[in-house]
């Protein structure tokens, strides 16, 4: 077998693929936090609990209900996102007119009572989650192994990235959607309903976090504080995507699950620290953002 | 008190109007600043009424009041018959009441055509694309460009264009003038003579008194807040001092 760099390719593209994995999360993830933060302008915090709610709801489904995999993929967003939209209505529109710190404070309290109500009833050891019959088993791809599983988190990423990507840039509805992010005034006296478009966005951008969470849920076992360490490293690519950009959260999220993977292959201590440094530096040379725009 | 009126000014309809706006007794605050003191005016169906004052005489705020965009306002402002005071703008652009803003409001990440094509229809009736793109050949051109590209005629076009082809018939124009090379203000004041004569009903805020002159059947001088004075178009002639006056030119 051929080496690369001296590195034995399986390792390497092993790491690539574990990199888009962990891309496809951080994608998903950080597209329905810039969805909101363009929207409502509030960075939520309460992104990585509720990526937890949609793989716990998953498992409930499947525990309780014998519901499958494939339809809760669409169901358990489905509920998060409704939960969402309530948490949007009930506590974060009282908060629209101070300041972001506010909604910023409310989200992160939130994320800690929804972690220790499913810590209560579920302990921190996690449940195991099945991979789908269909999904199960590897490919040989001569080079490496390809877990079926694997190659289907990262197709079905892209899909509702590019999906995101479409309906925002290329529909009526994302058209309100950017003209109410750049001036919801002007919307609303065109006969828009911005609040209600408020309230679907944050459902969504909740929507997509709970995805996220079914898709994790064979992979990594469901467990309350599965959002907490994800959901640094998802605010960290937002930063360096800039905030509130689509492209940024889609291309930063598999470009830097990548830039990890392969940093565990050619120099391993930094592979936990690597986004966080890209994050300084991108801070320091351009604040807004790879493809933020300047404000 | 507002009353009916005869029209006399050249393209005004003969016959007597029926109101489409009254409001009465409209105060409005910014925050804690008492910004609207005691507003009454009329527009009749088909006019064209400016509102003309100075800089910072409140003229703007009016048209927000309105348009339900001001948060705090209190008073009468019935549209068509109905209470408006306390209707949120986005009810208020539905019961068709087109809003062309003094900032124009176009949205700068959305290309022309969406920008066109943002507002939904509140009513049927309204201009179709070709019918916009005859009106105004430069947006035709310029589909594909982002808001934030256009030069300030090309964007005040297009705040106009737009609120035609919702359907809406009444239309609150907010110094469309502003800022502009003569030869656009000559293209939308042949515009806005355009939709007078289509039926269109405008409340014109203007700074640009002669653009006004030639357009409007009846003026409201807006002073501190208040309205001042109400002069017909055929009384501006011999009340020309008294007008210039207020208006410090």
């Known amino acids: 077998m051929f080496e690369l760099l001296g590195i034995p390719p399986q390792a390497l593209f092993g790491q690539v693929l574990l990199g888009l994995i962990n891309g496809s999360f951080y994608a998903v993830l950080s597209l329905g936090l810039a969805v909101i933060f363009g929207l409502l302008n509030i960075i939520n915090f309460a992104h990585g609990a509720l990526y937890m709610m949609g793989a716990f709801v998953a498992w409930m489904l499947l525990t309780y209900l014998g519901i499958p995999f494939w339809a809760a993929l669409v169901v358990s967003p489905m509920i998060v996102g409704g939960i969402g939209m309530v948490i949007e209505r009930t506590m974060l529109r009282p908060l629209h007119d101070l300041d972001h710190l506010y909604s910023l404070l409310l989200t992160f309290g939130l994320t800690l009572v929804i972690t220790g109500l499913f810590q209560n009833f579920y302990g921190v050891s996690g449940k195991p989650y099945p991979i789908p019959a269909v999904l199960t088993g590897v490919v040989n791809l001569g080079f490496m192994f390809l877990p079926i599983y694997r190659a289907f988190i990262i197709v079905m990423a892209v899909i509702v990235c590019f999906a995101t990507w479409f309906l925002i840039e290329k529909t009526r509805l994302g058209s309100y959607l950017r003209a109410a992010t750049e001036n919801p005034e002007m919307v609303s006296a065109f006969g828009i309903n911005v609040p209600l478009l408020v309230t679907l966005t944050y459902g969504f951008g909740v929507a997509l976090a709970a995805f996220a969470g079914v898709l994790a849920a064979p992979v990594y076992s469901v467990n309350p504080v599965m959002g907490n360490d994800i959901i640094i490293v998802v605010f960290a690519v937002i930063v360096i995507g800039g905030m509130g950009s689509i492209m940024g959260a889609i291309i930063g999220g598999f470009g830097l699950g990548v830039v990890e993977g392969l940093t565990k292959v050619f120099y391993p201590e930094a592979s936990t620290t690597i986004i966080f440094i890209i994050m300084a530096l991108v801070l320091l040379l351009k604040p807004s953002g790879i493809f933020g725009r300047e404000v | ?249």
């Open chain 2, 1 to 249: 008190m507002t009353h009916t009126i005869e029209h006399t000014g050249p393209g005004a309809p003969a016959a007597q109007s029926d109101t489409m706006l009254e409001v009465s007794g409209l105060n409005g605050w910014y925050g804690e600043s008492h910004v609207l003191h005691d507003i009454n005016l009329r527009v009749g169906s088909g006019e064209v009424v400016t509102l003309l004052g100075r800089n910072g005489a409140g003229k703007t705020t009016t048209l927000k009041a309105i348009m339900g965009l001001l948060k705090t306002r209190s008073g009468s402002i019935r549209f068509q018959g109905h209470e408006v005071i306390d209707t949120p703008a986005r009810s208020i652009a539905k019961m068709g009441v087109g809003y062309v803003p003094d900032d124009r409001g176009i949205f700068g990440s959305l290309s022309v055509l969406e920008n066109l094509l943002l507002p939904p229809k509140v009513a049927e009736g309204g201009f179709d694309l070709p019918d916009i793109y005859e009106l105004f050949p430069n947006l035709q051109e310029r589909l594909d460009s982002y808001g934030n590209k256009l030069s300030g005629g090309e964007q005040q076009m297009l705040s106009i264009a737009r609120i035609l082809r919702t359907g809406a018939r009444f239309v609150l124009m907010d110094e469309p003038t502003e800022g502009l090379a003569p030869v656009i203000i000559h293209q939308i004041g042949h515009t806005v003579r355009r939709l007078k004569k289509a039926g269109f009903t405008i409340l014109l805020v203007e700074q640009n008194f002669h653009f006004a002159r030639e357009l409007a059947d009846r003026h409201y001088i807006v002073q501190e807040g208040r309205i001042i004075d109400e002069f017909r178009n055929d009384e501006v002639t011999e009340n020309l001092d008294k007008i210039q006056g207020y208006l410090g030119i």
